[in-house]
Each structure stands twice: as C-alpha cells, then as structure tokens.
C-alpha cells in the first residue's frame, strides 16, 4: 500500500486545515487507518484513528473536539479535518494502515505514508 497524505500547509491559530490521505495499491477498507505527528524535536505521537467501516473513531486528548477523522473508501482515501488549530499542532502529519484499532505506532500499524507539514502560527 502507497500512502501520499496532503493539504497541510501555514495557517494562523484558531484557523482549519483538512487533510488527505490517498492510498494506492490496494484497498484500505482492509485496514483501520491512523494519523500520527511528529513535531519538532518531539517523538511520533497518536492523533487519531478509524475503524474499517468507519463506525468508530478515537482521538488523542489533545485533539479530541477539535480534529475529526473520516474515510471514503470507495474513494481510497482518509481525511482529517483540523480546525481551532494552536500553535502547538505544528507538526508532520503522517497517515498509516493497521490491522489493529490502536493509538500505538508499533501495534498493527505496517504501512506508512510520507508526511505533510502543518505549521500553525501565533
């Protein structure tokens, strides 16, 4: 599976991004899919997940209220709608497959994609 995540870019605090993760290769319906961030300086960190049909969903505190993850999976595609960003949000967003529905980089997750910078300024 090939993952291209896009649509990060610069936005001021309090602004919205939405971002997406395109899959090629094979279907994700297959897998639960998972964001992740790594800010900088900072280790990989969970943001949120989705279930294979899309009937749940879970999100780190950090972001819970605020992002909200979906998918299309006829589409092929995983998305991640930011909005009351901070500044704090700044990061390299990444998407991932899993076979598991975790919040743990090492648990399930086998296919990574390359990230998208999101920077949020004050």
């Known amino acids: 599976v090939q993952l291209q995540a896009s649509g990060g870019g610069l936005v001021q605090a309090g602004g919205s991004l939405r971002l997406s993760c395109a899959a090629s290769g094979r279907a994700i319906s297959s897998y639960v899919m998972g964001w992740f961030r790594q800010g900088p300086g900072k280790e990989r960190e969970f943001v949120a997940a989705?279930?294979?049909?899309?009937?749940?969903?879970t999100y780190a505190d950090s972001v819970k209220g605020r992002f909200t993850i979906s998918r299309d999976n006829a589409k092929n595609t995983v998305y991640l709608q930011m909005n009351s960003l901070r500044p704090e949000d700044t990061a390299v967003y990444s998407c991932?497959?899993?076979?598991?529905?975790?919040?743990?980089?090492?648990?399930?997750?086998?296919?990574w994609g390359q990230g998208t910078q999101v920077t949020v300024s004050s």
């Open positions: 989705i279930t294979r049909g899309g009937g749940s969903t």
């Open positions: 991932a497959t899993s076979t598991r529905f975790s919040t743990v980089p090492g648990d399930g997750y086998n296919y």
